[in-house]
Nanobody, 112 residues
């Protein structure tokens, strides 16, 4: 089994930056793909970005050019660097291995 723990959320002003981290433990050798999702109040959970073990990435159109997903396989950690944040980025952000394991989520609030 794999366990995922997110961190790095918080309150930030529009235009600011945050870096989220997702630390994996357990059977990490089985992890290939990793992804970040988010869920805003009253909305469905949506894919933000994903990364393969090789490092290949793809992003939701709404975050392209502002967010960067990366992974450190040696540390079993996936990151989401979020720049030029907007109020509409406010959500709970979750990481997942795309095989059914999810973290507990970390809150991101973008507000002045």
């Amino acid at each position: 089994q794999v366990q995922l723990v997110e961190s790095g959320g918080g309150l930030v002003q529009p235009g600011g930056s945050l870096r989220l981290s997702c630390a994996a433990s357990g059977n990490t050798a089985s992890i290939n793909r990793m992804a970040w999702y988010r869920q805003a109040p009253g909305k469905e959970r949506e894919l933000v970005a994903r990364v393969l073990r090789s490092g290949s990435t793809d992003y939701a159109d709404s975050v392209k050019g502002r967010f960067t997903i990366s992974r450190d396989n040696a540390k079993n950690t996936v990151y989401l660097q979020m720049n030029s944040l907007k109020p509409e980025d406010t959500a709970v952000y979750y990481c997942t291995d795309l095989y059914g394991t999810w973290g507990q989520g970390t809150h991101v609030t973008v507000s002045s």
